[in-house]
C-alpha cells in the first residue's frame, strides 16, 4: 500500500492549516490544497462561499501525476523542474507550485481572481510552509513495540469480542 510521504499532525498541521486559511483569505481563492508527490492530500482549506468542490482526492492525484509528467518535460529540456504550473480555462485556473521537494501547493479559483496576486501570496506561504514540512521530515519514524501490537490486539479483542 503507497503511504503518503509525509505526515501531518498536531501543532506541525495546525500551523499548515492557518498558513492555508490566511492565503484563502487574502487572495480570494476557492481552494487551497497542499498534496505530495504521491497524490495524497495533506491539507486543505476551502472559502466558505465556495461551490462544492471537486473531489479532493482526485485532483490531488492527477497534480502530483502531472506534475511528475512535467518534471520529465522540464528534464528533457536540461532543467531539473518547472517549479509552477498553471491551467486556465474559461472560468476557472488551476495554480501549483512546488513546496520544497515533497508536496505541492494547489490553488483553485475563478476568473475574478487576479493570477499575478496568486502568485505573489503563494511565494510567502511556500516560505513558511517549507520549514514546517522540513521539521516533519527530519522527525525520526516511531517505532511500535511488541507491547504496542499485544495492547492494540487486546483493545481489538475487547471491542470486536
Given at each position: 500500500?503507497?503511504?503518503?510521504?509525509?505526515?501531518?499532525?498536531?501543532?506541525?498541521?495546525?500551523?499548515?492549516?492557518?498558513?492555508?486559511?490566511?492565503?484563502?483569505?487574502?487572495?480570494?481563492?476557492?481552494?487551497?490544497?497542499?498534496?505530495?508527490?504521491?497524490?495524497?492530500?495533506?491539507?486543505?482549506?476551502?472559502?466558505?462561499?465556495?461551490?462544492?468542490?471537486?473531489?479532493?482526492?482526485?485532483?490531488?492525484?492527477?497534480?502530483?501525476?502531472?506534475?511528475?509528467?512535467?518534471?520529465?518535460?522540464?528534464?528533457?529540456?536540461?532543467?531539473?523542474?518547472?517549479?509552477?504550473?498553471?491551467?486556465?480555462?474559461?472560468?476557472?485556473?488551476?495554480?501549483?507550485?512546488?513546496?520544497?521537494?515533497d508536496a505541492?501547493?494547489?490553488?483553485?479559483?475563478?476568473?475574478?481572481?487576479?493570477?499575478?496576486?496568486?502568485?505573489?501570496?503563494?511565494?510567502?506561504?511556500i516560505g513558511?510552509?517549507?520549514?514546517?514540512?522540513?521539521?516533519?521530515?527530519?522527525?525520526?519514524?516511531?517505532?511500535?513495540?511488541?507491547?504496542?501490537?499485544?495492547?492494540?490486539?487486546?483493545?481489538?479483542?475487547?471491542?470486536?469480542?
Open positions: 500500500m503507497i503511504e503518503p510521504s509525509l505526515a501531518l499532525y498536531g501543532e506541525a498541521f495546525a500551523r499548515v492549516d492557518q498558513h492555508l486559511e490566511e492565503l484563502l483569505g487574502v487572495t480570494g481563492v476557492r481552494y487551497c490544497l497542499l498534496v505530495d508527490r504521491k497524490g495524497f492530500v495533506l491539507s486543505h482549506k476551502e472559502a466558505l462561499w465556495a461551490p462544492r468542490p471537486p473531489a479532493l482526492d482526485s485532483v490531488a492525484t492527477l497534480v502530483a501525476s502531472n506534475a511528475a509528467a512535467t518534471t520529465a518535460l522540464a528534464n528533457m529540456l536540461g532543467e531539473a523542474t518547472f517549479a509552477e504550473q498553471t491551467h486556465q480555462g474559461e472560468n476557472g485556473t488551476l495554480y501549483v507550485e512546488s513546496v520544497g521537494s505541492l501547493l494547489t490553488l483553485i479559483f475563478d476568473s475574478s481572481v487576479a493570477l499575478g496576486k496568486v502568485k505573489v501570496y503563494a511565494r510567502k506561504t513558511k510552509l517549507e520549514p514546517i514540512l522540513q521539521e516533519v521530515s527530519d522527525l525520526p519514524e516511531p517505532e511500535l513495540g511488541a507491547d504496542f501490537s499485544q495492547g492494540a490486539a487486546a483493545l481489538l479483542d475487547d471491542l470486536l469480542g
